[in-house]
């Protein structure tokens, strides 16, 4: 049996009285890349964001059900708290402007006032870079300012970020959509030896980034979950209709 | 036939070439005009600054600087009182106006729908436009009646409300230029909404929240009017806050108006000191804006 | 856990703090000005009682015998005001041509910018000094050779630097309507063969114009408040002034001149009351000014 890091059981979210996400139920078992897809305004990104509770930033949004992270109502924690347990990556690259390589990674850190020693610091910076494959190529230079790094290393700078502070989930939302293909490959390189140690679950309108990345996948539509299972299965033998249909490119 | 149509013809064109070329002669002697307006405005400027450098600059050394104003008929003296005093009016205004300036601009640039962001727009819009004499009442009846006196607190608290519309609005401006995705950034590391507030977005915005705060600095510098009933004056060299203090504009207004020379002589220098220092202020904010400007 | 619950609680604490502490402020802003109001008002009472409207259309001012009429003063501030805004209309309109329409961008612009800005950082105690020491000798000529009494100072000498002194706050609002100019309705009378001065006359202007009134309305307000420079160059006499080269007073620098010396309730409150009612009449100016602008980019 492997173990669920994530459970939503008749989960609903709303804008207002706009009902974006219908009666989500799904395990998200440790360590594996699940892709969240579908068309345009079928909620996933809605919904990752409601996992790190970064949906509650609009006005009059709210929710309704469980959703559990590490056997923990997600709803019922502090969502500060919560937010250093997740680590999320957004469709536009954004490390702090005013800080250096060094300081972005260990930003979750220092802003949140953990007290670290230098060795500490080192350690961390290094680990994370290299997880998010960019140490070589800043080691040199990390007291420079992020914004001089390219679109895709920015993109892995803030992956590294996110990293250091040992998320039980990454999120990335539409993380490489911004991206060249090349930046994008390197991140795609990157997201399958980094499911070894974390569990992601990356939103992609790409249906090709999904069935190359991910070993789970769920098809949203409308609000609805209408299937997730392996990512073969999803991709070869759906069992919805629906799901058949958006494969195959009939809308979307 | 034919030579009456063509003569009528050519008759409409030749008058339509002259109007064409009247109208192109006003075309230029409007803009010649226009040109010849703005340079004439911008000689009173030369004027003034020629006139208070020529004037000033004999006044200047180090005396000036360095010792108090004389009494009536002795030559010499300076105006050491009133630099000290401006220095020291300004830092309290500035300690007084800078939390309250940023904080309400942080308001408004992170609610800016709601009421009290409408009602706090419009009351610091009114406040900007409140003439300075009226402001001079108002800090009399606040703060000098209940305490007894005249004193350099209450000058700076008429100084300090006078800053305040200027820092916050250029604290909102600058703010609300900021993307979106900073402040998502911080929130998803799960850094408190008050840290994420006062740890990366008011840093990452500060060459502009700064740039307001030194304009606002160069601004109040030669107010006169609303000191005159709160600070109004000392010939003597005092750092009391609760006490009456001198002023650069202060000292300006009562020299520039008496009778004697030497007192107009340290008022040209002490104008002349007044200008090169917003000049400089000006000048700073210049830099701070391009040079510590964060660009998305 | 239980650190962790302290941690909790310390954490919503601090954000509650922090959130509310924002809004004390905002709310703050909003009571300082109703005070402000409120302080003009209670302090103008015994003047308003005492005097009533009659204060606004007696023209002895007499402290010495109890009577305040601000008739002189009223009509200084709004002659003075008025023609500085006549004298600097055709000025600033042309600054603003200058720099939103012919020379948009590039050195000249960039210039011409900086100094009506400088303008606009002279102090006003200095503009003052200056006046005395350069305009009312020039003006003093002036009335000699118009057969006028040479005082020197009065109000049109205090209204021509108050023109220079306004200039800046027209120009900049001025600027930036003209040069918002939507492209595309220049492009199309340029097209139909108009030359410059025709776009300006017949399109530009007629387009802008109520930005440029919401312009002059604000330069108007800024007039209505001044104080220093006015105050050293108008004269200060009580009488009614008879032409523009009189003395005068405004209201402002009456108050500048006698309200550290004034004794007694009526006369301090006569004083504060003339404040009470440059506050108002400003404010009313102001929020006109930017509603007018409000609606013209919407």
């Known amino acids: ?252 | 036939m034919k030579q009456q149509q063509i003569n009528k013809e050519s008759e409409t064109t030749g008058a339509m070439l002259r109007h064409i070329r009247i109208r192109n002669r006003k075309n230029y002697l409007f803009k010649a005009l226009i040109i010849g307006a703005t340079v004439m405005c911008t000689l009173p400027l030369l004027f003034i600054l020629f006139y208070i450098f020529r004037q000033g600059i004999t006044a200047i050394n180090w005396q000036f600087f360095t010792s108090l104003p004389k009494p009536v008929g002795e030559t010499g003296g300076g105006i050491s009182n009133a630099i000290v005093g401006s220095i020291l009016i300004l830092l309290l205004s500035c300690v007084m106006a800078i939390p309250f300036g940023v904080g309400i601009g942080i308001y408004l640039s992170e609610s800016p729908k709601s009421r009290l962001s409408y009602y706090g727009r419009l009351s610091v819009d009114v406040l900007q436009g409140i003439p300075s004499i009226v402001i001079g009442i108002i800090i009399y009846q606040w703060v000098v009646r209940p305490m007894g006196g005249f004193s350099a607190f209450s000058g700076s608290v008429a100084l300090a409300l006078m800053m305040l519309p200027s820092i916050v609005k250029s604290t909102e401006e600058t703010l609300k230029l900021l993307p979106e995705s900073l402040k998502e950034a911080s929130l998803a590391l799960g850094v408190p909404y008050y840290k994420t507030i006062m740890k990366v977005i008011v840093p990452t915005g500060l060459s502009g929240i700064l740039t307001g705060v030194i304009l606002s600095i160069s601004r109040v510098i030669g107010e006169t009017a609303p000191l005159l009933f709160t600070a109004f004056g000392n010939p003597f060299m005092s750092t009391d806050i609760f006490k009456p203090i001198s002023s650069l504009p202060l000292i300006i207004f009562n020299y520039a108006t008496s009778p004697y020379h030497d007192w107009h002589q340290l008022a040209w220098g002490a104008s002349l000191i007044l200008i090169v220092i917003i000049l400089i202020l000006n000048i700073i904010s210049k830099i701070v804006q391009r040079k510590w400007k964060v660009q998305f | 856990m239980p650190d962790v619950n302290r941690e909790e609680r310390g954490l919503q604490l601090k954000e509650k703090a922090f959130k509310n502490t924002l809004v004390i402020f905002a709310l703050l802003s909003v009571v300082v000005l109703l005070a402000i109001f409120i302080t003009l008002l209670f302090s103008s009472m015994p003047s308003l009682k005492a005097l009533g409207i009659s204060f606004f259309y007696n023209k002895d001012w007499d402290p010495v015998a109890d009577n305040f009429g601000a008739l002189p003063f009223l009509l200084g501030t709004l002659i003075t005001s008025f023609l500085a805004l006549i004298i600097s209309t055709p000025f600033s309109i042309a600054i603003a041509l200058f720099l939103g329409e012919y020379y948009k961008k590039g050195i000249m612009a960039e210039i011409f910018k900086n100094m009506i800005d400088l303008l606009a950082g002279i102090p006003s105690v200095i503009y003052g000094f200056w006046g005395l020491f350069v305009l009312v000798p020039l003006v003093r000529s002036l009335e000699m050779k118009l057969g006028v009494a040479p005082y020197g100072v009065g109000i049109f000498t205090a209204s021509l630097v108050l023109s220079i002194m306004i200039l800046p706050y027209s120009v900049s609002l001025s600027r930036q309507v003209i040069s918002m100019m939507p492209g595309h309705l220049k492009e199309a009378a340029y097209s139909l063969g108009a030359t410059r001065l025709e776009v300006i006359t017949k399109i530009t202007i007629p387009y802008t114009r109520s930005g440029l009134f919401a312009g002059l309305l604000l330069a108007l307000g800024r007039a209505l408040g001044e104080t220093m420079a006015v105050t050293m160059l108008i004269g200060n006499s009580h009488i009614l002034p008879t032409g523009i080269f009189s003395a005068g007073n405004t209201m402002a620098s009456v108050i500048a001149n006698e309200f550290s010396e004034a004794t007694g309730t009526v006369y301090t409150s006569a004083l504060i009351e003339m404040g009470l009612f440059l506050f108002v009449v400003v404010t009313v100016i102001n929020i006109i000014g930017k509603q007018v602008i409000k609606r013209f980019t919407a």
């Open chain 1, 1 to 252: 049996m492997e173990s669920t890091i994530l459970k939503t059981r008749n989960f609903n979210a709303f804008y207002g009285e706009n009902h974006v996400l219908k009666n989500i139920n799904i395990d998200i078992d440790k360590n594996s890349v699940w892709a969240i897809m579908g068309p345009s305004g079928c909620g996933k990104t809605t919904f990752i964001r409601c996992i790190n509770r970064m949906h509650e930033l609009t006005p009059n949004a709210h929710v309704q059900g469980s959703m559990q992270l590490a056997e923990e109502e997600v709803y019922e924690m502090n969502p500060v708290l919560l937010r250093r347990k997740v680590g999320m990556v957004f469709q536009r690259p954004n490390p702090f402007p005013t800080m250096s390589i060094y300081e972005n990674v260990i930003a979750g850190y220092s802003l949140n006032g953990i007290k670290l020693n230098r060795k500490e610091k080192d350690e961390i910076v290094e680990t994370s870079l290299q997880r998010a494959a960019l140490w070589n190529e800043v080691k040199d230079t990390l007291h420079k300012k992020g914004s001089f790094l390219s679109g895709g290393q920015q993109q892995r700078l803030c992956i590294a970020r996110a990293l250091s502070m040992n998320p039980e989930i990454l999120l990335l939302d539409e993380a490489t959509s911004a991206l060249d293909p090349i930046s994008t490959a390197k991140i795609e390189e990157l997201i399958y030896e980094l499911s070894t140690q974390f569990t992601i679950m990356m939103v992609t309108h790409n249906m090709q980034q999904a069935a190359r990345v991910s070993n789970k996948t769920a098809f949203f539509y409308l609000g609805e979950l209408i299937e997730a299972d392996a990512t073969k299965t999803i991709f070869t033998n759906p069992k919805n209709e629906k799901t058949q249909d958006y494969i195959r490119g009939h809308f979307g």
